[in-house]
């Protein structure tokens, strides 16, 4: 499969995570194991360089999804720490934190 494939299916699948968990108190954990698995399995198979190339973007979405599950599940969940394993800048500070990033 082509970069462009995978990152498409990386960034739609991070982005569907990130409005599914926005602000929802409610989250079951079991619900969204295999989808959180799957987000940082294909961040991971893509090349450095290509990850490079959206990273502050990637930061964005993820940590606004990590916020938000932090605030459902709390800072030390096995959900919460997989997700930060893909984020390498500082996390927004909100799950509304919605600065475009340059």
């Not at 938000?68 to 893909?86: F, P």
Request: proline share 4%; glycine share 6%; net charge negative.
């Amino acid at each position: 499969m082509s970069d462009v494939r995978e990152i498409y299916r990386f960034a739609a699948r991070a982005g569907a995570l990130e409005g599914y968990v926005y602000h929802k108190q409610d989250i079951e954990p079991e619900h969204i194991t295999q989808w959180v698995g799957h987000v940082v399995e294909e961040y991971n198979s893509l090349p450095v360089a290509v990850r490079n190339e959206f990273q502050d973007l990637c930061d964005a979405t993820v940590g606004r999804a990590i916020q938000s599950l932090i605030s459902a599940l709390g800072e030390d969940h096995t959900l919460v720490g997989q997700l930060r394993t893909i984020v390498v800048g500082t996390l927004p500070t909100s799950p509304d934190d919605f600065l475009r990033a340059t």
